[in-house]
């Protein structure tokens, strides 16, 4: 709760927290609109494939022209301007630099950014989540031998979700469930960049005059982005996916402590002490009431009859038998969000959550049967969606990672839903993305 006094002490001895942004996107985009109004933060440098792309958006996001003059990143540090270049690297290695943010939803290049923190002595934020869950327990070891901080991205559903999952931990409550609500129906696993902008209800034309990326938006919609964001979460906080991965069970806010519980006592949980996406519609189309398709949940017992009866003493709302309880928040601002993760890592040493083991996993899973020769094209595209898979299944059935299945070709034919394995593609052993999952899969097989 300090950490708005501690940045402005960082202000007020004008030693701001400097920070390089990497990928300017919309997450990024929406980052930029609030650095540039946090007393104690500066923005030293913004890398994009594109230049003109950080440009305009700073300019819309309300920036002063003259703030984007920086000659150089040693002119950014001397000035307080912000330099904006394609070379990421050039940024990451400054010794002004203080905490990187990747921004580019690009594995490879996530790992890459944050290889290239560590090895030069900087703190990480990792808004790319793809780039977490494949090899997140990994990168977050080497930072912690290295002295810096990994950090999960405050204001991205996962940080959230960990934050509550902490809250409810340290209260001493035992932990249910954790999770986010969605729009989804089962057929929405078939959803392709062809098909999206019908389930969104808008048109191909108005979602490109827009700059909206069908890919992108059809992973959130195809249940890929959430199997990601619960491994995530899975993966920082001790909790375990359940063996037939997520459900999606419709739930109004008023009824998480009702669903969100485990089977045997009347909810739908396989067991406690798991994570789970609800659903803001039921399977006919129709609305779920107060639903929570923008926010986040944790579930957690009373273990005590006290405890119990602090619950309905001070109007919480719970299940039937009054053991089960909830606390939501009811959505979350993203980019904007982000400069908690910047401040604490800089400023306390601290991450919003990461990864502390490997819990969960994201499977490449066939959308419809799938022929030999054709080759993967990843997230949201046309071939594959991703599963929530435990780790330890993934690792025994060698399961192909969401985050590697793109431009691979598969050797044999598929039926639709089935979970795609190493030896189902042509793997190129040089490729440093896959060296790394390698790694990590290597420190927890067996």
Not at 205 to 218: H, K, L, T, V, Y
Not at 354 to 376: H, N, P, S
Request: proline share 6%.
């Amino acid at each position: 709760m300090n950490l708005f006094r501690l940045l402005n002490g960082r202000h007020i001895n004008n030693n701001p927290v400097r920070v390089v942004l990497i990928g300017a996107g919309k997450f990024g985009t929406m980052f930029l609109s609030q650095a540039n109004r946090t007393p104690g933060m500066q923005v030293l440098g913004i890398a994009d494939l594109q230049p003109d792309r950080p440009r305009a958006a700073c300019i819309e996001t309300g920036w002063a022209p003259e703030q984007l003059d920086a000659a150089s990143v040693d002119d950014a540090a001397k000035t307080g301007r912000t330099f904006v270049t394609d070379d990421a690297a050039s940024l990451i290695s400054h010794p002004a630099t203080e905490v990187v943010i990747d921004a580019t939803g690009h594995p490879p290049t996530g790992i890459r950014s944050a290889i290239s923190a560590i090895e030069n002595g900087k703190h990480i934020v990792m808004v790319n989540v793809e780039a977490d869950v494949l090899a997140g327990p990994l990168l977050a070891k080497k930072a912690a031998d290295a002295g810096v901080v990994y950090s999960m991205a405050y204001g991205d559903q996962p940080a959230l979700i960990a934050e509550q999952v902490d809250w409810a931990r340290t209260l001493g409550l035992t932990v249910t469930c954790a999770g986010k609500g969605t729009r989804f129906q089962p057929e929405f696993h078939r959803s392709t960049p062809d098909t999206v902008w019908d389930h969104y209800g808008i048109t191909a034309e108005r979602a490109a005059a827009s700059g909206m990326n069908p890919q992108m938006f059809n992973s959130f919609l195809d249940g890929t982005k959430s199997a990601i964001e619960m491994a995530a979460v899975a993966n920082a906080y001790d909790l375990h996916p359940q063996p037939s991965g997520l459900h999606f069970p419709p739930s109004a806010v008023e009824q998480l402590s009702t669903v969100l519980r485990p089977r045997n006592i009347g909810g739908v949980l396989d067991h406690d002490n798991t994570v789970e996406v609800v659903a803001s519609e039921f399977r006919d189309g129709s609305p779920v009431p107060h639903d929570l398709r923008w926010g986040t949940y944790v579930t957690f017992r009373g273990d005590t009859e006290y405890v119990r009866r602090c619950f309905a003493d001070y109007g919480v709302l719970t299940d039937d038998s009054g053991d089960y309880a909830a606390l939501w928040r009811p959505y979350h601002l993203i980019g904007l969000e982000l400069g908690v993760s910047v401040a604490s890592a800089a400023i306390r040493q601290e991450a919003t959550g990461f990864a502390t083991g490997f819990r969960g996993d994201v499977a490449a899973t066939a959308k419809r049967a799938l022929k030999k020769g054709e080759m993967l094209d990843g997230e949201g595209g046309f071939t594959v969606y991703g599963r929530l898979t435990r780790a330890e299944n993934s690792l025994d059935g060698g399961y192909l990672p969401l985050g590697l299945a793109h431009g691979l070709k598969l050797k044999r034919d598929l039926p639709e839903d089935a979970i795609l394995t190493y030896d189902d593609v042509e793997l190129d052993p040089t490729d440093p993305t896959l060296q790394i999952r390698q790694q990590m899969e290597a420190m927890f097989r067996g």
